[in-house]
C-alpha cells in the first residue's frame, strides 16, 4: 500500500473510538495477575493511535506490524505528542523478541484473523506465551463464525471522508467470508477527481 492509501486508511478509521478502547483495554490489565502492568507489546500496531493513547497514560510501548508505512505513520504520530516509542517491523508469526519481554500483549482490531492456518495460529498464541512475564495478559479479538453469519453476511456501508469514499462488502457462503473494500481518494481537490483502488479479502472458516 502507497503513502497516500496508507493515509487515507488512517482517515477511515478515525470513526473507531480508541480512546474508548484504550479504557477497555486499561481496565483488563487491571485483571490481571502480574501487577503492575508497564512494558506492552501492541502485535499489530498499525499507525499506532490505540498504542499511543496507552503511551499518554504511561505504559510503554513496542509497536510492532508487519507495514513499514503504518508504522513510519505510528512514529510520527508519537513524535507529534512528544511521546517515547519503540517501532518494529515484522512477522507475527516469527515474534523476534527475548522470554519473558513483555508484561502485557495486544492485538487488536481482528488482527489475528489473517492468520487462516490453525496450526500457525496456535503457534502465535505459544510465542506469546513465552515473551510474556509469568501473569501477564494477552488481550486480542477475533471474528468469530457466528459474527460472520450474522453481523457480516450481506452487509455494505459507505464512509466518506474529507479526501476518501469507502465502500465495504461482506459476505459469507459454505463457510467462506468474503470482503470487498473499494476505496476512492481523493487526487484532485478543485475537479473533485478520485482514484478508485479495490481489494477483495476471501478466508475460509476452520
Not at 67 to 85: D, H, T, V, Y
Request: neutral net charge; hydrophobic residues 40%.
Amino acid at each position: 500500500m502507497h503513502g497516500r492509501a496508507i493515509a487515507s486508511a488512517e482517515g477511515i478509521k478515525l470513526k473507531v473510538n480508541y480512546p474508548e478502547w484504550a479504557q477497555y483495554i486499561k481496565t483488563l490489565f487491571s485483571l490481571a495477575p502480574l501487577k503492575p502492568i508497564h512494558l506492552v507489546l501492541d502485535l499489530s500496531a498499525g499507525t499506532g493511535s490505540l498504542s499511543s493513547i496507552l503511551t499518554s497514560w504511561g505504559y510503554e510501548l513496542f509497536c510492532f506490524d508487519f507495514s513499514l508505512g503504518m508504522l513510519n505513520i505510528a512514529k510520527r504520530k508519537f513524535e507529534k505528542q512528544n511521546l517515547p516509542g519503540t517501532f518494529v517491523r515484522g512477522d507475527f508469526r516469527k515474534i523476534p523478541f527475548k522470554e519473558t519481554s513483555f508484561d502485557a500483549v495486544i492485538s487488536t482490531f481482528d488482527s489475528l484473523n489473517n492468520v487462516l492456518d490453525p496450526n500457525e495460529l496456535l503457534d502465535i498464541f505459544v510465542q506469546v506465551k513465552k515473551i510474556l512475564k509469568s501473569g501477564g495478559p494477552f488481550i486480542f479479538d477475533l471474528n468469530t463464525e457466528w459474527s460472520l453469519k450474522i453481523e457480516w453476511n450481506d452487509f455494505t456501508r459507505v464512509e466518506e471522508t474529507a479526501n476518501t469514499i469507502t465502500i465495504w462488502k461482506s459476505r459469507y457462503l459454505n463457510s467462506i467470508s468474503y470482503l470487498f473494500f473499494t476505496l476512492f481518494v481523493k487526487i484532485d481537490e478543485e475537479k473533485a477527481i478520485y482514484k478508485k483502488n479495490i481489494n477483495s479479502v476471501q478466508g475460509t472458516w476452520l
